[in-house]
């Protein structure tokens, strides 16, 4: 499974084309499509990012989560996988990305990677910058507690 960390603020050229993050590239090498997922978070004005693995795990879980007919289930697969699109990389490690996405994001001039584990999410430099702040203020105010999970020793 692909692990994304950092955050990486790379140029969008004239013709929308943008470089993957050279260490996001290489946690997806192991897969059959080379390139990324990309589709608009409906959480918040940023693209959700992730490889093609992860998008099947997320149509497994759809489909264990919810009856097959619900109105959940229609709605993150709309939401989802309607909306999602497969962009393979150039030998350059570029991608284009379409014009749906750099608009829900307000993506310009420039697109901000941001690793978030198992997936990644692009964002406009500014508004990853505010967000950002709100997320540390929540921290810092909720103080979330983690458990970690060791795998079990036999």
């Not at 959940?72 to 709309?78: G, I, S």
């Not at 393979?88 to 608009?103: A, F, N, Q």
């Not at 584990?117 to 967000?131: D, M, S, V």
Request: with cysteine; net charge negative; glycine share 4%.
């Amino acid at each position: 499974m692909a692990l994304f960390v950092s955050t990486y603020t790379n140029k969008v050229d004239k013709k929308g084309r943008v470089s993957v993050p050279a260490s996001f590239r290489a946690a997806l090498s192991h897969q059959s499509f080379q390139g990324i997922v990309v589709y608009p978070s409906f959480t918040s004005a940023a693209v959700e990012g992730c490889g093609t693995d992860f998008l099947e795990e997320l149509a497994a879980a759809t489909s264990a989560s919810f009856d097959l007919f619900s109105t959940e289930q229609d709605d993150l697969n709309t939401l989802i996988f309607s909306s999602s699109h497969q962009l393979s990389w150039d030998p350059e490690g570029r991608v284009v990305l379409p014009e749906d996405v750099m608009t829900h994001a307000a993506i310009t001039e420039q697109a901000a990677f941001v690793g978030k584990g198992r997936t990644f999410q692009i964002w406009e430099p500014e508004a990853l910058k505010a967000h950002t702040a709100e997320a540390r203020a929540r921290a810092m105010a909720n103080r979330p507690q983690l458990i970690l999970r060791r795998p079990e020793v036999k």
